[in-house]
């Protein structure tokens, strides 16, 4: 039972490229979240699910698309990558509590 | 979701209980409370949460006042590794998960 997955833990892009950060849980749960981290500060809600091929937008969703595609699995795109998403990611999923990986530190230079 | 207000910050001595407060006085019926923690560069970690009743767990107690407009958070016997951001959120058991600024609590030796 590996919990909550992220892959890439570290990642650096230049201006204009895109990625995918990768989440996967194994918990069998509907809700799936994630969130973005600016250094000193709060986290902050890009998009989240509630199951499979249900995506909804959180407080900071520009600049980025989900899609929830399984139950397991939660990827986040980045289309054109902006200096202004260097920030920690960090992928839960909850039925009751929450489960957070531990996090995808990206750097846009 | 209802509003939640914690001092910015706090301070505890290495042994002694920490006392953690929340406010939220425009808590609906249906609104859980629930306490995470984050500790420097990780993903949050969920420690209890509660509807009306006091809980305990083997991390901590949850104190809700009778008219459910606040609560205490505690760590009985506070040690170094406490040392953490902890969120209140308030919200209904099936909803999204959106933290706050968090109180940054720090246990002195």
């Known amino acids: 039972n590996a919990g909550v997955t992220q892959t890439p833990k570290f990642r650096i892009l230049k201006i204009g490229q895109s990625m995918t950060l990768q989440c996967a849980q194994d918990?069998?749960?509907?809700?799936m979240y994630w969130y973005r981290q600016d250094p000193g500060m709060g986290l902050k809600l890009i998009y989240y699910?509630?199951?499979?091929?249900?995506?909804d937008k959180g407080e900071v969703p520009n600049g980025y698309n989900v899609s929830r595609s399984t139950t397991e699995d939660f990827p986040l795109r980045l289309e054109l990558a902006a200096p202004s998403q260097t920030s920690v990611y960090f992928c839960?999923?909850?039925?009751?509590?929450?489960?957070f990986g531990q996090g995808t530190r990206l750097t846009v230079v | 979701d209802a509003k939640t207000t914690q001092p910015t910050s706090m301070d505890c001595a290495e042994g002694r209980a920490a006392n953690l407060p929340c406010n939220h006085s425009?808590?609906?019926?249906?609104?859980?409370v629930y306490w995470y923690r984050q500790i420097h560069s990780q993903g949050p970690q969920y420690i209890i949460h509660?509807?009306?009743n006091n809980e305990t767990n083997e991390m901590a107690s949850l104190i809700i006042t009778e008219d459910r407009k606040s609560s205490t958070l505690i760590l009985p016997h506070a040690t170094l590794r406490d040392t953490a951001v902890y969120y209140c959120?308030?919200?209904?058991?099936?909803?999204?998960?959106?933290f706050g600024q968090g109180t940054r609590l720090t246990i002195n030796p």
């Open positions: 839960a999923s909850s039925e009751e509590e929450a489960f």
């Open positions: 918990m069998n749960h509907n809700y």
């Open positions: 699910s509630v199951g499979a091929g249900i995506t």
């Open positions: 425009t808590i609906s019926g249906n609104e859980y």
């Open positions: 509660g509807l009306k």
């Open positions: 959120i308030v919200r209904p058991r099936a909803q999204k998960l959106v």
